[in-house]
Structure formats: structure tokens, C-alpha cells
């Protein structure tokens, strides 16, 4: 399985620290219900799945969340999904296969192909509901999940979705952690007989994107991350899915907002700067922040996750309100 990290002395209990006790009480102090399921996709696979919405009145849009590579969804990434379910936005997302409490062999990603498929269907069954019918869908996407965001827009037609914010994106991987290119090209080679084996060398991730000590001790707490080295078959896959999304920038024609550390490690800002020229999009926005490192929404110091946030809720306000459909009629 690869060598682990040695794990902190100090352990919490919840993604938020030591109190309240429950999740349904941390829910219910940010005017939020959150609940938890299973579905299965046509292949046969099942993705564990978890969903928050706002108490009080129907939800202003839906935003359909992917992680990135090694998290999962019962962790960190519930701060920001309870921050935006607070605030009108009902949130779905789903474990992908191998990652949290979806079955499959830890952190082996071998097709993302097969991920999206799966989580389109998860999505577009959400979107069927009778309550759903007529409400504006975002996609939102982290690191691996901002590509796979990208790759499900550019595999559904052009309206599919009213806009996609991107965080991170791993559009390519950075310099600063790929092997170098000797090692890479052995990689690839042995993956072809050995894709499961958890051998390739890599700069600790947690080290990597998050800032501030404390968290990444709260990072590290997260009884579902995958801590083992990266696996011969991901690493490869996410090469090729790189190389694809870096070919394609110049196709991406969904609105769209994406943000980025200028100081990020794990993937590169220049490829988010390279999307906003590239993309075709009538309406994009992009935000580098100055000295952030990959983890803009936990890693942070709270003040840098709080601009961040808002800067995402200020997007998703203005492409929910009537106005913005005009000036957009207009152009």
C-alpha cells in the first residue's frame, strides 16, 4: 500500500474539530440539512453520496460538487457545501470510485471515462427529481473534480449546465510534483503490468496545498483520505486526462469561474490563466490570489477562505438573478 504519513497525536473527531458532537448539530447551527445514500449507476458501480440543502425555502439552484484526488466527500469538503447550502444552494455530491465509502480499491482511478459516465447518471438522476424540474444546475469541481467538470461539459451538449466553478483545477499537473521526465516515461511503462501498485514517488499533497499547520493536522485526521503513494494506473490516467483537457481549452464554451493560488504547487495557475484566454465562453471570470497555495478553501488562513467563498457566492448570486439573464440576452 505504500508508506504512510505518520499521523498526528491530536485527533478530531469531525471535519469542523471536537464540537458540536454530530453532524445533524453542525447542520443545523448553519440553517442546513444534510443527508447520506448509496446509488447505483447503470454500470453496476455504487458511489456513497451525501446531499445539503437549506431549512427554510426551496433551493435557488442546484450545485453538483466533485472532489479531488485522495479526499472524498465527508470531510473538508462539507465546510464549503454547508457555507453554500446556507445560503440557498442545494449541494449533491458523491465519493468517487475508490475514494471515501465508494467501493473500489483505494485511490485507483485507471478510467475516468467511466467516473464521469457514473456520476452523470448520479447527477442527471438528481436533476430528474419533480422538485428539481426548472432550476439552474452549476457544476463545481476541485483539483481532479475541476477536470472532470470539464470533461463532462465538453462530452454533454453546449446548454447542459448554466455554469461551472473550478477551483484549482487540474487541468495539467505542475512541474513541481510530476517525476521527472525519465521516471515518468518508466512509469508508464511498468503501469501497462502493474497499474495498482502504489510506487510512484510524489511530494506529500496535505504539505503541499495546505498553509496553515494546525489544519494540516486536521487534514491529516481524515479517517477516509488516502495517505499510500499514488498508484501507477491514477497517475497515468490523470497524465493522459491532462494532456486531453490541455489540448481542448479553445472548446470550452460553458460559463464559467476559476479560481487559483499563484503559489499553488499541486497544480498550475498558468493552465487557469491559459483556460480564460483560450475558452470560447461569452461569460468567465478567473480570480489568482496572490501567495495561496492549492487548498484555497480549508488550507487557508480563515480570512483567505472566507474571500474565497465569497468571491464563489458573489459569482453564483449574480447567475441566479433575473438581471444577469438580461445583460446575458443582450450581448
Not at 512541474?175 to 512509469?187: C, G, H, Q, S, Y
Request: some cysteine; glycine content about 8%; proline content about 8%.
Amino acid at each position: 500500500m505504500g508508506s504512510q504519513p505518520v499521523q498526528p497525536t491530536r485527533k478530531y473527531r469531525n471535519f469542523w474539530g471536537n464540537s458540536p458532537e454530530t453532524e445533524e448539530e453542525y447542520y443545523a447551527l448553519h440553517g442546513v440539512s444534510g443527508a447520506s445514500t448509496h446509488f447505483t449507476a447503470p454500470s453496476g458501480r455504487s458511489l456513497f453520496t451525501r446531499s445539503w440543502a437549506p431549512l427554510v425555502g426551496p433551493p435557488r439552484a442546484l450545485l453538483f460538487m466533485i472532489h479531488g484526488y485522495g479526499n472524498d466527500t465527508g470531510w473538508t469538503m462539507q465546510l464549503t457545501a454547508t457555507f453554500l447550502a446556507s445560503h440557498g444552494f442545494a449541494c449533491f455530491a458523491a465519493d468517487l470510485p475508490g475514494h471515501g465509502r465508494s467501493p473500489g480499491l483505494r485511490a485507483f482511478v485507471p478510467d475516468l471515462n467511466l467516473v464521469l459516465h457514473d456520476l452523470q447518471a448520479f447527477f442527471q438522476s438528481v436533476r430528474a427529481r419533480p422538485q428539481n424540474h426548472g432550476r439552474k444546475s452549476f457544476l463545481y469541481g476541485e483539483s481532479m473534480g475541476g477536470a472532470l467538470c470539464l470533461l463532462m461539459h465538453l462530452s454533454m451538449p453546449a446548454d447542459s449546465w448554466a455554469g461551472a466553478v473550478l477551483v484549482a483545477p487540474m487541468c495539467k499537473i505542475s512541474d513541481r510534483i510530476k517525476p521527472p521526465w525519465p521516471v515518468e516515461m518508466a512509469l508508464r511503462f511498468v503501469a501497462r503490468f502493474a497499474p495498482t501498485l502504489p510506487v510512484v514517488p510524489m511530494a506529500d499533497l496535505v504539505e503541499k496545498s495546505v498553509k496553515v499547520p494546525e489544519k494540516r493536522v486536521l487534514a491529516m485526521c481524515n479517517p477516509m483520505r488516502y495517505f499510500g503513494k499514488p498508484r501507477l494506473g491514477t497517475v497515468v490516467e490523470l497524465l493522459r486526462v491532462t494532456d486531453e483537457l490541455g489540448s481542448r481549452l479553445h472548446e470550452v464554451s460553458i460559463p464559467f469561474l476559476v479560481l487559483h493560488g499563484s503559489a499553488d504547487e499541486v497544480t498550475d495557475p498558468a493552465v487557469s490563466k491559459a483556460l480564460y484566454e483560450e475558452a470560447r465562453s461569452e461569460d468567465k471570470s478567473i480570480k489568482i490570489y496572490d501567495g495561496m497555495l492549492h487548498s484555497l478553501l480549508f488550507g487557508e488562513p480563515d480570512e483567505n477562505v472566507a474571500m474565497v467563498r465569497q468571491d464563489i457566492l458573489a459569482w453564483l448570486n449574480e447567475r441566479c438573478s433575473d438581471q444577469h439573464e438580461i445583460n446575458i440576452e443582450r450581448i
